[in-house]
């Protein structure tokens, strides 16, 4: 599953790739070039965002988050006039969306948050060092495509140490009772009765000696 979910996201990061570098010719003819970054990094991070929602149909709120996505995006379009700030805050977002669907604990969404980073980081490089952008999209889905790899669920130091506890004791106390099983009321009884009956041959025994 695993191997075909990560075959997904390198198809994805392909398309992605492909896409970016055919419109940005093609709408430069009318468009300044960083409103057609602006614009890709738009279309092609909400198509991401389509395709996570798809992967969990069952999960409530993805009309919500649509919206919210929307209104977060306009606003960083109106406000946002740096490059680098316009495209992390789209990747927060997308994060933030499979911290909160994918996730079941902390720290598989921290995980995932520095998965982010690398990402962004990796674009970047990619794009400063060979202005390819191409290579940049490519890098930055390539990169995002491994989130698949990351578990739903890490558990804590604190909540591992307390299984381990809690398995030692468990394990220890079997261990006790095996070795005393608590015995049943009649052979509880039996033992009383065959007590009394060797106390009572030792004080016969004393009385004949005495004699």
Not at 13 to 35: D, W
Not at 37 to 59: A, D, E
Not at 70 to 96: D, E, K, R
Not at 120 to 147: D, H, N, P, Y
């Amino acid at each position: 599953m695993k191997q075909r979910r990560l075959l997904e996201g390198i198809v994805i990061a392909v398309v992605a790739a492909i896409a970016a570098a055919v419109m940005m010719p093609v709408l430069s003819v009318v468009l300044a070039p960083a409103f057609i970054l602006c614009l890709l990094i738009v279309v092609l991070s909400f198509g991401y965002l389509i395709y996570l929602l798809h992967r969990k149909p069952h999960k409530p709120g993805r009309v919500t988050v649509i919206g919210a996505w929307l209104i977060v995006s306009l606003l960083t379009w109106l406000f946002v006039h740096s490059l680098p700030g316009f495209a992390a805050i789209h990747l927060l977002m997308i994060w933030l969306v499979r911290a909160l669907y994918f996730y079941n604990s902390v720290l598989s969404a921290l995980a995932d948050l520095s998965l982010t980073g690398l990402a962004f980081i990796t674009a970047l490089w990619a794009w400063t060092s060979t202005g390819s952008l191409f290579l940049a999209f490519w890098c930055l889905f390539l990169v995002q495509a491994l989130f698949v790899l990351i578990p739903a669920r890490i558990p804590s130091r604190s909540l591992r140490a307390r299984n381990i506890s809690t398995d030692y004791l468990n394990d220890h106390l079997s261990n006790y009772l095996n070795d005393s099983p608590i015995e049943s009321p009649e052979l509880a009884r039996q033992e009383v009765f065959e007590r009394a009956r060797r106390s009572a041959q030792q004080a016969l025994r004393k009385l004949a000696e005495g004699h």
